[in-house]
Each structure stands twice: as C-alpha cells, then as structure tokens.
C-alpha cells in the first residue's frame, strides 16, 4: 500500500485518465492499493485485485460521501468526500492518522470503503487536536 498527498483539483473532470495512471502505477511499482489524500476534498482510493491485499466489496455503493469512479473484476477507484471540520487545530499527524485507520480497517477484515471511513476518521479526528495522534481516535476501535 501507498499513502500520497495530493492537490484537491485533481478529480477535476479527468478520472479516466487518472485511474489509466494509477492502473500504470501499480503496475509498474507492483503495488496493489494507493490512497491519496486530498486535503478538503477528502481521499482518493484506487485498488487493484490481488490475491495478495483482499478487501471485500460488500457495500460499495454511491451515496452523499462516496463517489465510484470505476469499478471492475479488474480494479476498483472510490473517492470518499471528507466530513466538515470546523476549526482545524493542527494539520501535523492527520496523514499518519490516515494510514492508521486504513490499515486498522484492513487488518480487522473491513471492507473497502468501511477502511477509508476509518482512515478518513481518524484524520478528521487528529485535524480537531494539536496532538499529532490523539486520544480521541481510540473511539474508531471496535
């Protein structure tokens, strides 16, 4: 897995072409899962199948807060909206926050989008506190 950075204008009306590079990535660095955050505008999250890194994909459906962007046997690209935050703390941590709740969804067997939720979370949560990770991200353990 990977964890970026990214700027929030990249959604901007191109995603056949950035799931064509994230497929190109993967590939090329033989890396199943990419989450790239993207600020504002939430995280991105393009997963490739392999029998190496499995998500089930129960409940991958459109709503409010998630947008599918592709969705084949092949790969799988879902954009999660973050949640409104009203007074931002600190930003230190809350990409380290990120991977935390991801990883944390993924070892518990979660899927997919239940694992950016958790992720995205944790983010949100670390972005309310001037602790790089803080305490209140114990309430995302289940």
Same mark, same amino acid.
């Given at each position: ?17 950035? #799931?064509?590079?994230?497929? %190109?990535?993967?590939?090329?660095? #033989? ?9 504002? %505008? ?6 490739? *199948?392999?029998?190496?890194? *499995? ?19 092949? %790969? ?44 995205? %979370? ?18 995302? *353990?289940?």
């Amino acid at each position: 897995m990977i964890f970026v950075g990214h700027d929030p204008k990249l959604l901007d009306g191109q995603t056949d072409q950035l #799931n064509e590079q994230l497929s %190109e990535l993967c590939t090329r660095i #033989n890396i199943p899962c990419i989450l790239i955050t993207l600020g504002t %505008e939430g995280v991105l999250c393009y997963k490739k *199948h392999s029998p190496h890194l *499995h998500f089930p994909f129960n409940n991958l459906e459109e709503s409010k807060a998630i947008s599918i962007l592709k969705n084949t046997e092949e %790969e799988v690209c879902i954009h999660v909206a973050a949640r409104p935050v009203d007074h931002i703390a600190s930003v230190s941590g809350a990409g380290d926050c990120m991977a935390i709740g991801f990883i944390c969804g993924y070892l518990r067997r979660q899927d997919l989008v239940t694992s950016v939720l958790l992720g995205s %979370e944790a983010a949100r949560l670390s972005l309310l506190s001037y602790d790089t990770v803080p305490d209140s991200i114990q309430c995302l *353990h289940g």
